[in-house]
C-alpha cells in the first residue's frame, strides 16, 4: 500500500489549506483501517491532526478540530484534509497515514502505512 500527499504547498493566512491522500494498493475501506493526517512543523515533532475510519466515521485533535474537516472519496480511494483560517504557525510538512485499529499515534513507526509528506508554507 502507498500513500502519496497532494496540494498546494503555499497557501496565504485566513485561506484554507486542502490537501488529498491518495491510496493505491489497497482500499481505504478496508475492515478497522484508520486513515490520518499528521503534520511536522520546523524544528517540532509530530502533531497528529485527524482520522477517518473504514467505517466513515471521523475524529479530530481537539486544539484543531474548529478549524479541520477531513473526508473521504471511496471510489477514488482519496480521502482529505481542509484546514481553515490558516495562520503561519500553520506552517508544516504534512503527512498521510494508514494503522489497522483506531487510535492516536504521533511517530511514524507506529502506522502500518505512511506518505512521503508535502510541505505546505503559509505566508503572504
Known amino acids: 500500500v502507498q500513500l502519496q500527499e497532494s496540494g498546494p504547498g503555499l497557501v496565504k493566512p485566513s485561506q484554507t489549506l486542502s490537501l488529498t491522500c491518495t491510496v493505491s494498493?489497497?482500499?481505504?475501506?478496508?475492515?478497522?483501517?484508520?486513515w490520518s493526517w499528521i503534520r511536522q512543523p520546523p524544528g517540532q515533532g509530530l502533531e497528529w491532526i485527524g482520522y477517518v475510519a473504514y467505517s466513515g466515521s471521523i475524529y479530530y485533535s481537539p486544539s484543531l478540530r474548529s478549524r479541520t474537516s477531513i473526508s473521504r472519496d471511496t471510489p477514488k480511494n482519496q480521502f482529505t484534509l481542509q484546514l481553515s483560517s490558516v495562520t503561519p504557525e500553520d506552517t508544516a510538512v504534512y503527512f498521510c497515514?494508514?494503522?489497522?485499529?483506531?487510535?492516536?499515534?504521533?511517530?511514524?513507526?507506529?502506522?502500518?502505512?505512511w506518505g512521503q509528506g508535502t510541505q505546505v508554507t503559509v505566508s503572504s
Open positions: 494498493g489497497g482500499s481505504i475501506s478496508t475492515n478497522t483501517y484508520h
Open positions: 497515514a494508514g494503522k489497522r485499529g483506531a487510535g492516536i499515534y504521533y511517530s511514524q513507526p507506529e502506522y502500518d502505512y
